[in-house]
């Protein structure tokens, strides 16, 4: 009989997932020498190597099922392996397990019992499998009211995916919604979501640019107010120019609508992520040499 803990040193040794590591064992009566060698020969192990590469590109989508939905960002090396078929099963199968689940966490969702083991196990082995590094970045689950609708956009295959909430309105207000923030970035839907801090750091930034300018400080004062409805009308999906029709704020449009935004999820792959520095030509290069 293999003791959970065997399997827990060689999952720890080899990066394989939980199944595997356990078959390993038991070919090899509970060597964990023999074991690692063996994991080697089976190409299973490879996973581990991979750890502390850069997986800034993958895929972003979404799940909708009813009154909820699920968001996640799933990360590989190249855009290349995205596009894979055993790639996009994967996410598919994050997707249906973080539904049927109400972990908040990462670390909890990697946990979740999945076809593979857990959705770790399941990553690791598609590590090994693909040959990149393969991880689950972000995820967010989200609830509505039967009275709100779910809008849902993904944009460029996946590089950006956005999920908002509208209350009242229609399906396709809520889609605008969701359309015109993967365009223009809003990080807050509402001015009142903007943290104090950030809005007392940009106040002393435009305090101080219009001081530089030569305008005395009472001046300046009231300059920082009309410049902070500025900073919102950038940051704030509210209070954003509406990409459709300029003249009015997407707040305004979904207003007219009768509805008001509840909530947004935005994903772009990789953002704020280190990027690989390397070619086109020389990724092709050595996906063709192996």
Known sequence: ??????????????????????????????????????????????????????????LASILVKGNEAVIVEINSETDFVAKNEEFTSMVSTVLETLMNSNVTTVEEALELPCIDGTLNDL??????????KLSLRRFAKVSKSDNEFFGEYIHMG?????????????????????MHAAAMKPEYVKKENVPADELEKERTVLKEQAINEGKPAEIAEKMVEGRIQKFYKEICLEEQA????GDISVGTYVKNNNGTIVNMVRYEVG????KREEDFAAEVAKQING
């Open 1 to 58: 009989m293999i003791s959970a803990s065997l399997v827990k040193e060689l999952r720890e040794k080899s990066g394989a997932g939980m199944l595997d590591c356990k078959k390993a064992l038991e070919a090899n009566n509970g060597d964990i020498n023999a074991s690692m060698d063996w994991l080697r020969e089976k190409g299973i192990s490879k996973a581990a190597k991979k750890a502390d590469r850069i997986a800034a590109e993958g």
């Open 123 to 132: 990553i690791v082995n598609k590590t090994a499998k693909i040959g990149e």
């Open 158 to 178: 996946g590089k950006i995916a956005v999920l908002t909430i509208v209350d009242g309105g229609n399906a396709e207000v809520a889609k605008d919604v969701a």
């Open 242 to 245: 509406f990409i459709k029709d």
């Open 271 to 274: 953002e704020g992520m280190e």
